[in-house]
């Protein structure tokens, strides 16, 4: 919760009706998966993600990370080095016009015997996170999108009742619940023809 907090400040809960919400993974999806990452210095934004979130704020669509960050509870970082990041990274968003409403990370090493069942939950490809933020901003699950990189980002969309899955850079079959894209420039080319936007 410690990390809502300090958010918090910079965001207004939706108040009338259910929202509809962008939900994104963050390495792979934001960033550049290069492992672990902690430090400013070695967060390089993935092509196409302001682009992407410009867009969908002009939809008034919520934009949301939920991210596993086992390297917490692994000890390779501290909660408070994620703290950092996360600040940093939230304001680049501001800037670029399309500030994220709501971080939410699963923390907790998935190794560990003493884990508690509810943090184990909230660790994708459990849904915990995305009904965790729907309660808190109000959120129509049902008319909002999920973009991962991973199988366990489509599985956990699709366990929190997502129907809009959309897995980029990865190729896991025909009969995989999620549309499969390179890179996020695609994906954003689809959805824009899908909303009508383009022909």
Known sequence: MFLI??????????????????????????????GYISEIKDFIFVDGIFEMCRY???????IIVVTNQSGIGRGYFSQNK?????????????????????ILAATADPNDPN???????R???????????????????AKS?????????????NAAGIPNLYLIGGQFGSSLIAESFTDLNQCLLELRRKLNEIP
């Open 5 to 34: 907090q300090i958010l918090w400040v910079h965001f207004k809960v939706e108040q009338k009706g259910l929202a509809p919400a962008l939900f994104l993974d963050r390495d792979g999806v934001i960033n550049i998966d290069n």
């Open 145 to 157: 999108m999920l973009i991962g990189d991973s199988l366990r980002d489509i599985e956990a969309g």
């Open 115 to 121: 884990v508690p069942e509810a943090e184990f939950f």
């Open 56 to 62: 969908f704020k002009g939809l008034n669509y919520k």
């Open 82 to 102: 994620f703290n950092v990041l996360n600040k940093w990274m939230s304001e680049r968003f501001i800037q670029e016009g399309c500030g994220l409403d709501l």
């Open 123 to 141: 660790r994708k490809p459990n849904p915990g996170m995305i009904f965790e933020a729907a309660a808190l901003l109000k959120l129509d699950l």
